[in-house]
């Protein structure tokens, strides 16, 4: 079993600042990829920011030059620091981890997701 919990969610006012963290547990051999996805009411999951274990970064257009994504390698953490939040990021925030457990087998792991609201 691999555990995903979050930490960072709130509310905020617009234009405001969040910061979100995310530490694995369990059956870990190795993380390739953490990242969040977000999921609005009465929309899909969406991706929001995704890392890779050497560092490269994916973003989700919207988030772009707002929002950055980091990791800790050494502490299977992933955080995600959130700038000029607007009320259209208002959210649940889920983690999410892929790589491989101790026996060679794959996961692919969620979290239970942190609320994001924003106010305008």
């Known amino acids: 079993q691999v555990q995903l919990v979050e930490s960072g969610g709130g509310l905020v006012q617009a234009g405001g600042s969040l910061r979100l963290s995310c530490t694995a547990s369990?059956?870990?051999?190795?993380?390739?990829?953490m990242g969040w996805y977000r999921q609005a009411p009465g929309r899909q999951r969406e991706l929001v920011a995704t890392?890779?274990?050497?560092?490269?970064?994916n973003y989700a257009d919207s988030v772009k030059a707002r929002f950055t994504v980091s990791r800790d390698n050494a502490k299977n953490t992933v955080y995600l620091q959130m700038n000029s939040l607007k009320s259209e990021d208002t959210a649940l925030y889920y983690c999410?981890?892929?790589?491989?457990?101790?026996?060679?087998?794959?996961?692919?792991?969620w979290g239970q997701g942190t609320q994001v609201t924003v106010s305008s």
């Open positions: 369990g059956n870990i051999f190795s993380i390739r990829t």
């Open positions: 890392i890779t274990s050497s560092g490269s970064t």
């Open positions: 999410n981890a892929a790589g491989l457990r101790r026996n060679g087998l794959s996961f692919n792991a």
